[in-house]
């Protein structure tokens, strides 16, 4: 695996750890795949197919895997997890996605718009018989979280042209770019639907602007040597820290304005765009649906308002929530830097996706490069760089200049600082053997081959 595995899997503050995750939600994300083929059922069998093929192909689930874990690490530690877990046992949940009365313009609430309808019930006093600690909702939090990834690739393999996912023909190369496109499409609709149906105002704005994230992100690719600067709506959680600029980008010009410096010295702006763009594409959805699994345990601020906590109470909730985030967003940010290292030494096959310098060819300037370049500032990378490898034997020598630095190694240890401060987040919640498990995949993220 080369010396950047040796740099990741030395010692450090991750403790070793042995909890696997499949033993916690292996049953919760069993499935998965079933309800989320429930959710997508179209009557034009086209639509259907192309929206299930990803679905068929077994992925790693990181995403819903975390939604599951952070949930069933948090359920009870707020004041209002009682009130939301009465809430969460209903139909409204399970409700067809295409409903008779909302396709006939009547109002989605009546079940015969011609005929007076009795008053609701009230709140019932017994407890909800529930299978798992983790509730309904936050079992259709993971499907949706799944959707939406799963939609992204889509799209990603459209702009991309990529021939393979998960070891797979890709999508566009089996269906066509139009049929990829509007069923990716298709997806985010219904994992809308399904979103709505939560009926959490917060979480329906936090998974919402998650989607706008990951087309900010891809803009921001697609612009990636461009002086034009594209501005997000999520602008203090996609920037980089202070102190990864310093401790990880060591020409910190704090006076540059361009994104993009001269070919002979890359500055720390071109890295700050580089790591925006890893937390729009990657980490924000990793983010945002762990926080929402707290908020949906009554963790929220939303809920809070409504309920009869203590300020001290209060605070503790916003904690919950704020180490979910700051989990994921951590977490995210090293799966992706890892991917990024992957696709310079592990082979096509045990990668399930083209690699061998792929994003290389894609004109994409990641981590290993940007690391490499500011190594050797009077090599071709820098112009290479701005001309997006596309000069026969650019990526060649690219290739050759990464691996001859020590770009690795640097992504590498950027990789283990975001999952250190990940472990630190799982601190603030109490032990458990979700926490464990967590903690296990933290560990598992940053020293995955493929």
């Not at 939301?84 to 006939?104: F, I, K, T, Y």
Request: aromatic share 6%.
């Amino acid at each position: 695996m080369s010396k950047a595995k040796a740099a990741i899997s030395g010692d450090d503050a991750l403790a070793s750890l042995t909890r696997d995750p499949l033993d916690v939600v292996g049953q919760d994300l069993s499935s998965l795949r079933h309800n989320i083929a429930a959710l997508l059922g179209s009557g034009h069998p086209s639509l259907d197919k192309i929206a299930k093929y990803y679905f068929a192909a077994e992925g790693k689930h990181v995403r819903p895997m975390i939604v599951l874990l952070m949930s069933k690490a948090t359920n009870g530690l707020s004041p209002a997890w009682q009130a939301h877990r009465v809430a969460a046992v209903g139909e409204h949940v399970d409700l067809a996605m295409s409903r008779p009365d909302v396709l006939n313009d009547a109002n989605p609430s009546a079940t015969n718009p011609h005929i007076p309808q009795a008053a609701e019930a009230s709140t019932h006093p017994y407890e909800p018989a529930l299978q798992s600690t983790i509730l309904p909702t936050q079992q259709r939090l993971a499907e949706i979280t799944e959707m939406i990834h799963v939609a992204s690739l889509l799209h990603d393999d459209v702009i991309d042209a990529s021939p393979l996912r998960r070891g797979a023909p890709s999508a566009p190369s089996t269906f066509g770019n139009k049929l990829s496109i509007l069923g990716g499409d298709f997806l985010l609709g219904r994992a809308s639907i399904a979103l709505a149906r939560l009926r959490d105002p917060e979480v329906t704005e936090l998974m919402s602007t998650v989607i706008a994230n990951l087309v900010e992100g891809e803009v921001m690719q697609l612009k990636a040597t461009d002086s034009e600067q594209v501005p997000v709506t999520d602008v203090q959680s996609a920037r980089p820290s202070n102190e990864v600029m310093e401790r990880f980008w060591f020409a910190y010009d704090q006076g540059s304005s361009s994104a993009m410096s001269t070919p002979g010295a890359p500055n720390a702006l071109l890295f700050e765009f580089y790591l925006q763009k890893t937390y729009l594409k990657t980490a924000s959805l990793i983010a945002k649906s762990a926080r929402s699994a707290t908020v949906l345990g009554g963790c929220g601020t939303w809920s809070n308002q409504q309920s009869d906590m203590t300020p001290q109470q209060r605070a503790d909730a916003a904690t919950v929530c704020d180490a979910a985030y700051t989990f994921g967003r951590n977490v995210g940010i090293a799966f992706q830097l890892v991917d990024d290292m992957l696709d310079f030494h592990a082979t096509t096959e045990a990668f399930g996706k083209p690699s061998g310098g792929a994003d290389l060819k894609l004109g994409l300037a990641t981590a290993p490069v940007l690391y490499a370049w500011q190594q050797y500032p009077d090599s071709p990378l820098g112009t290479m760089v701005q001309r997006r490898f596309s000069e026969p034997g650019d990526v060649e020598q690219a290739l050759s200049l990464v691996h001859k630095s020590e770009g690795m190694q640097r992504t590498a240890a950027l990789a283990r600082y975001h999952a250190d401060v990940a472990q630190h987040a799982l601190s603030m919640l109490p032990p458990s053997d979700a926490r464990a498990a967590l903690e296990t995949l933290n560990q598992q993220i940053i020293t995955r081959a493929k």
